[in-house]
């Protein structure tokens, strides 16, 4: 079991700039994926970015350029840097974890999410 917790989220103007953290507990596979999703009022979740325990990463198009996903495996803490905000980015951001090991089932994980709002 893995228990995701995420901070850092709030108000921030357009242009503005915002990091937000997701702390990871419990048992988790050295194979593993870490992400961000985010979902909007009458949208559907979306991944915004992902990172390998590796450190392969992979971001959606909207975001390319603004943010950047990075992770701490010493301290198991995911990371999003969130520069040059948009009103389009205003959602709920979600941590997510996908781990695994070879021949076993995957297991996936999520946070209950932080709320980014980016208005004037």
């Known amino acids: 079991q893995v228990q995701l917790v995420e901070s850092g989220g709030g108000l921030v103007q357009p242009g503005g700039s915002l990091r937000l953290s997701c702390a990871a507990s419990g048992r988790m596979y050295s194979s593993n994926n870490m992400a961000w999703y985010r979902q909007a009022p009458g949208k559907e979740r979306e991944l915004v970015a992902l990172?390998?325990?590796?450190?392969?990463?992979d971001y959606a198009d909207s975001v390319k350029g603004r943010f950047t996903i990075s992770r701490d495996n010493a301290k198991n803490t995911l990371y999003l840097q969130m520069n040059s905000l948009k009103p389009e980015d205003t959602a709920v951001y979600y941590c997510?974890?996908?781990?695994?090991?070879?021949?076993?089932?995957?297991?996936?994980?999520w946070g209950q999410g932080t709320q980014v709002t980016v208005s004037s």
């Open positions: 990172i390998s325990s590796l450190g392969r990463t």
């Open positions: 997510n974890v996908n781990t695994w090991n070879p021949g076993s089932v995957r297991y996936e994980y």
